[in-house]
């Protein structure tokens, strides 16, 4: 059985950072694509970064609202996955989830993107940035 397991949400004042964590466990974690949703009230769940089974070129992709600002990582030794939030807006402020599909993150040139084409969801942490 899968698991994921978000940590290091928060509330945070705007222009401040926080780092989100996610463990994983029962799967081959290097073998997945590993990736960071958030949803607020009322919005539709939104990719906010990916990061593909191997460290190289062009390995991650990040919402055009957070690039610059968010960072992510992974540790295929330790199993974990991690977000960098710097420069937190209050439109950051969301359930992040941590999510992961069985191979790549890319295919024939598309990134899987939508959050239908993740299979494995943690339970999410919440991020709150105030103004």
């Known amino acids: 059985q899968v698991e994921l397991v978000e940590s290091g949400g928060g509330s945070v004042q705007a222009g401040g950072s926080l780092r989100l964590s996610c463990v994983a466990s029962q799967f081959t974690y290097s073998a997945y694509c590993m990736a960071w949703f958030r949803q607020s009230p009322g919005k539709e769940r939104e990719g906010v970064a990916s990061?593909?089974?191997?460290?190289?070129?062009?390995?991650?992709r990040y919402g055009d609202s957070v690039k610059g600002r968010f960072t992510i990582s992974r540790d295929n030794a330790k199993n974990t996955l991690d977000l960098q939030m710097n420069n937190l807006k209050p439109e950051d402020s969301a359930l992040y989830y941590c999510?992961?599909?069985?191979?790549?993150?890319?295919?024939?040139?598309?990134?899987?993107?939508?959050?239908?084409?993740?299979?494995?969801w943690g339970q999410g942490t919440q991020v709150t940035v105030s103004s």
């Open positions: 990061i593909d089974i191997y460290n190289a070129y062009r390995s991650t």
């Open positions: 999510a992961a599909r069985r191979g790549n993150c890319v295919s024939g040139g598309r990134w899987y993107w939508s959050p239908s084409t993740f299979s494995h």
